[in-house]
């Protein structure tokens, strides 16, 4: 599976952005997407999942309230909403895929296939 991400760019604090990932050479519905985000000189952190159907979603807490993932199966596309946007939101932001025929204990881990990152800058 190919994942393309894009949608980032910059933005003031309290905006609101859409990023957006599209899959291909696989059904997307096989696949819960996920979205993490590395700031620089931080550690790669996850941010939000949705299941392949799309009937549920994880988020960390540092955003929830104010992320929200969709997907839309048809199209192939993934799309988290962020919105009251922080400074500390600026990171590069990535999409990955996990098989949603596995059990995972953990949102945060699984997923063997992976989008380049998405530039997201939140000014103050």
């Known amino acids: 599976v190919q994942l393309q991400a894009s949608g980032g760019g910059l933005v003031q604090a309290g905006g609101s952005l859409r990023l957006s990932c599209a899959v291909s050479?696989?059904?997307?519905?096989?696949?819960?997407m996920g979205w993490f985000r590395q700031a620089p000189g931080k550690e790669r952190e996850f941010v939000a999942v949705?299941?392949?159907?799309?009937?549920?979603?994880t988020y960390a807490d540092s955003v929830k309230g104010r992320f929200a993932i969709s997907r839309d199966n048809p199209k192939n596309m993934v799309y988290p909403q962020m919105n009251s946007l922080k400074p500390q939101d600026t990171a590069a932001y990535y999409c990955?895929?996990?098989?949603?025929?596995?059990?995972?204990?953990?949102?945060?881990?699984?997923?063997?296939?992976w989008g380049q990152g998405t530039q997201v800058t939140v000014s103050s």
């Open positions: 990955a895929a996990r098989y949603s025929g596995t059990y995972y204990n953990s949102p945060r881990i699984g997923y063997g296939h």
């Open positions: 050479g696989r059904t997307s519905s096989d696949y819960d």
């Open positions: 949705i299941t392949g159907s799309g009937d549920s979603t």
